[in-house]
């Protein structure tokens, strides 16, 4: 798709997320509000449509409440924004009282009050618009009010109520995970270990109620309390007796073991799921449970989205992707779209469905068993190449590469030519007259229109994933996130460019190419010419009208401006950087996930190391320092603990020296800390003893001698 100007691209819209692991739900009527990563969305269940998306370009959602009259929404970086809680949601008011993470947010009388995870609970008048510091404690988990009572829940296991300006404190043997007033002497706890508790403050006493293997979710509404476990759904009511407060069983339901929270409209609970759908009447719908992996555009103009577990079809109407079809597929490989058919690759099988009434018109079986390489490209020419050799041309043909064979396939779906390579296919694209074959040994192979070796690109460290061919230019993107340019010609390499995440590229013109990822990076030439911040897309797809972006599960919409783009800064309603402590963060997005990390206790211990490394291997132990020196007593043992998990003992040794430089007061002498050091210790020993055994087997095996220092 090759335009003869700089476009710019203005965002409208987003598809395809109903909810993740994060996500939340409340519901008021019939519309149901649900949280996913920057967004509120907005949604009609009867008729699945949704109403609204409420985004944020830069920080993630954190909490949000509703009342009749307002949505109040708050985020990562301590933000608290209101809508109206009409049709529209026009946002009335944003504020920030708070410089971390909102907890909860409350409306009492005009007034709105949030607790955050910096220790603050902060009281707005919304006649006045001024704000006043109810009190501050340590870093709040969760968070409660009624009337002038207040009560909160802290990262020390420290439970804290504040009445009449007087406070009173009672350290708890752990962490809260909900909390809530029955009334001003009795408190309805639940643990992080999933204990649920009774506190009676006259008595100071406690009462054991129920203990669950797992609590996903607790809400209160009422006199009832709802409790979602593992697979199970559990409604009790709150029931004031002679001898207190207790839990009385009133039903329960089975679930989904990827429920995670749940909502109730009319006297039917909806849920929503891990896996990007919500489950109405025990029926799941949802959208892409994959992540995305190749987009394209039918000839009936409708853009298709691909993943591992369906093919969604969507219309563009009104700068929005409205859903229009899908098809469930299994373990997907691959889509091209070919003679009016979508063909379809999974595991074992290629599918050949026709646009326009969606049944299958062919099926290819593979006869190989296991997990296949499989690629699609049909053959496509540039104007130029159409112009120049018309009478040259053969008709369209398919290709479809599996393991180290390559099928070519007629319009009749017919194979009439096979070529066999020395490896497996990594990727696979035909332009003009020439056949692009990428392989697991990293080389890139171009065949000729007889299906003779014409040239072999050498360069990447890693498999390439990608290709994109212009008249004069090959571009590949390789596992090893590096971009390069290739002359067609000679294939001599002429630039190489990190691509990071980057999946693929859209070439705009002979001049000028763009490619995704946290930003939108324009190249004119061989060089950088703008970047667009907060563009959050892994692949990208260029119609002349609008840019589809993918990342994850999760389609974006980009209108084309009628203007050319400006090289101006990109200023946005929000400061571009965090500023806490006199330190300054301008990678937020990974300081919220890092943040959220050291959040996560209920992950098992391969998945916190997992998170972990690819976190420090992504932004480095530099950055990760200056995250260090902003964290909180109980984000500091937080931290501590996952170092017990970390794999990479030098790079645990590290991190633990930095805690103990920045945060020396605060560790001293503590038990679990002294531990993990005296844990470091032990393995950093044992690699210098390894390091010594093998530098004096390199010296007795080689005769080699190492300089001394």
């Keep these: 798709m090759e335009m003869d100007f700089v476009p710019n691209f203005i965002y409208k819209s987003q598809s395809g997320e109903i909810s993740n692991i994060k996500s939340s739900i409340l519901s008021q009527n019939d519309i149901s509000f649900i949280s996913y990563n920057n967004s509120i969305n907005i949604w009609d269940f009867r008729s699945s449509t949704l109403l609204k998306s409420i985004t944020n370009k830069k920080h993630s959602v954190s909490c949000f409440n509703i009342s009749e009259k307002y949505l109040f929404v708050g985020f990562w970086n301590g933000l608290i924004k209101i809508y109206k809680n009409d049709f529209e949601y026009e946002k009335i008011l944003k504020y920030r009282n708070h410089t971390k993470r909102i907890i909860s947010i409350k409306e009492e009388n005009n007034f709105i009050i949030s607790a955050s995870s910096d220790g603050l609970v902060y009281k707005y008048d919304l006649e006045l618009e001024k704000s006043s510091k109810i009190f501050q404690t340590s870093p709040i988990d969760v968070f409660d009010t009624k009337n002038d009572l207040v009560v909160v829940g802290t990262g020390d296991c420290t439970f804290t109520m504040l009445k009449d300006e007087k406070e009173h404190s009672i350290i708890l043997d752990n962490r809260l995970k909900f909390l809530s007033i029955l009334d001003d002497n009795n408190f309805l706890f639940v643990f992080r270990d999933n204990n649920i508790q009774i506190y009676d403050l006259k008595q100071d006493k406690f009462k054991e109620c129920k203990k669950f293997k797992k609590i996903k979710s607790v809400k209160r509404v009422a006199d009832l309390l709802y409790i979602l476990s593992d697979k199970k759904f559990y409604i009790f ?36 799921t891990k896996d990007n759908s919500y489950i109405k009447n025990k029926l799941e719908i949802g959208y892409h449970k994959e992540n995305i992996i190749n987009l394209e555009k039918d000839e009936n103009e409708r853009i298709c989205s691909f993943s591992k577990d369906k093919l969604i079809i969507w219309n563009v109407t009104e700068d929005k992707f409205v859903f229009y079809n899908q098809i469930l597929v299994s373990e997907g490989k691959s889509l091209c779209i070919f003679n009016e058919c979508y063909v379809i690759a999974e595991r074992d099988r290629i599918l050949f469905v026709n646009i326009n009434d969606l ?29 120049n050799k018309k009478e040259e041309l053969c008709d369209d043909f398919l290709a479809i590469a599996i393991n180290s064979k390559v099928d070519f396939l007629d319009k009749n779906f017919d194979v009439f030519d096979t070529l066999e390579l020395e490896d497996y296919v990594s990727c696979l694209k035909i332009f003009n007259e020439f056949i692009f074959i990428g392989l697991l040994n990293s080389k890139v192979y171009i065949y000729d229109k007889n299906k003779d070796l014409y040239k072999t690109l050498y360069g990447h460290a890693l498999p390439v994933i990608n290709i994109d061919v212009t008249d004069k230019l090959i571009y590949t993107i390789g596992a090893d996130k590096m971009l390069k340019i290739w002359g067609l010609d000679f294939g001599d390499c002429r630039k190489s460019i990190i691509v990071n995440n980057s999946a693929n590229i859209q070439v705009i013109n002979d001049e000028m190419f763009i490619f995704g990822g946290s930003t939108l990076k324009y190249f004119k030439g061989f060089k950088i010419y703008h970047e667009k911040k907060y563009f959050d897309c892994t692949r990208v797809l260029l119609d002349k009208n609008f840019l589809v972006g993918a990342n994850d599960n999760i389609l974006r919409y980009f209108h084309v401006d009628k203007y050319e783009l400006e090289k101006l800064d990109e200023d946005s309603e929000d400061s571009a950087m965090l500023e806490t402590n006199s330190v300054s963060i301008t990678n937020t997005s990974k300081y919220e996930e890092f943040l959220d990390l050291l959040e996560e206790t209920n992950l098992s211990n391969f998945k916190i190391n997992e998170k972990f490394n690819r976190l420090v291997q992504e932004i480095g132990l530099g950055v990760l320092n200056s995250f260090i020196v902003l964290l909180n007593s109980t984000q500091i043992f937080s931290l501590i603990d996952l170092l017990e998990y970390c794999e990479n003992t030098i790079v645990a040794s590290r991190i633990f020296n930095t805690v103990a430089e920045i945060h020396k007061d605060q560790i001293i002498g503590n038990k679990k800390c002294n531990e993990i050091r005296k844990i470091l210790l032990e393995k950093m020993k044992s690699i210098r003893d390894k390091l010594g055994k093998n530098t004096y087997k390199m010296i007795l095996r080689t005769g080699m001698q190492f300089p001394e220092f």
């Design 237 to 272: 009511e709150i029931k004031n007796t002679k001898n207190g407060y207790i839990l009385v069983d009133q039903n329960s339901l089975d679930c989904k073991s990827n429920v995670i929270d749940f909502s109730k409209i009319n006297q039917e609970f909806f849920f929503i």
């Design 359 to 387: 049944k299958i018109k062919k099926i290819i079986e593979i006869e190989e068993n296991g997990n296949n390489n499989i690629f699609i490209s049909k053959s496509q020419n540039s104007e130029n190449f159409l112009n």
